[in-house]
């Protein structure tokens, strides 16, 4: 174990004593992978609307009201932790924005660490055509769209979330397991075989890759 560790271990210690400021410098410390989440998560119907800071904020004063909660939660890690609350808090938020539009708000479980499997393949569908954003190509952009967001529906829950956790909100092998459930081996065979699915599903959508290229 590092002093980086230690001396952050020593924080989640002063937490679980009700430390609010303990609280503060382990949510700045974690805010850029926080953030990353935020961008990937949130419905893009909201940007321009809702601020990724705003949400972060809101998510913060949600974990000081939590604070005495933190170790009936369970959660695995501290940031795990932190990120069933920012997930909750994005639900909230896409809740108020767009009441009945947002993508299966109500099926959503986020303290339980996943997300609707529509939200997930919107978001998924999304970032993958990312770079696709002039206005010639917004017509190329939404015929990809649909058939991707079709694709992406056929694969199991799991592969689609183990895609998400690793590869946009970038969670380790471990974190992903926790998130989940699964053990660490099965975390990472379920990665390799997602990626597989994948790419499988890129290649059967009709110039998909020479397009993106």
Do not use: C
């Amino acid at each position: 174990m590092t002093s980086q560790d230690e001396s952050l271990d020593a924080l989640v210690n002063q937490v679980i004593h009700g430390d609010r400021e303990a609280l503060a410098t382990l949510f700045a410390h974690h805010r850029e992978r926080l953030w990353r989440i935020v961008n990937f998560r949130l419905d893009q119907r909201l940007i321009g609307r809702v601020d990724a800071d705003d949400i972060l904020q809101e998510a913060y004063l949600d974990a000081e009201k939590r604070i005495e909660h933190f170790l009936q939660d369970s959660p695995e890690s501290f940031f795990i932790w932190l990120r069933l609350i920012v997930n909750q808090t994005l639900i909230d938020v896409h809740r108020r924005h767009l009441g009945t539009q947002a993508r299966d708000a109500s099926r959503d479980r986020p303290i339980h660490g996943t997300w609707s499997s529509s939200s997930t393949s919107f978001s998924l569908s999304h970032h993958l055509l990312g770079h696709l954003t002039s206005p010639s190509q917004a017509a190329l952009r939404a015929e990809l769209s649909e058939q991707l967001n079709l694709a992406l529906e056929g694969m199991g829950d799991i592969d689609r979330e183990v895609l998400a956790l690793r590869h946009f909100e970038e969670l380790s092998n471990s974190e992903t397991a926790q998130v989940l459930g699964l053990s660490e081996q099965a975390a990472s065979l379920r990665y390799v075989r997602a990626l597989g699915r994948l790419r499988k599903v890129l290649e059967a959508i009709p110039g998909f890759r020479d397009r993106l290229n």
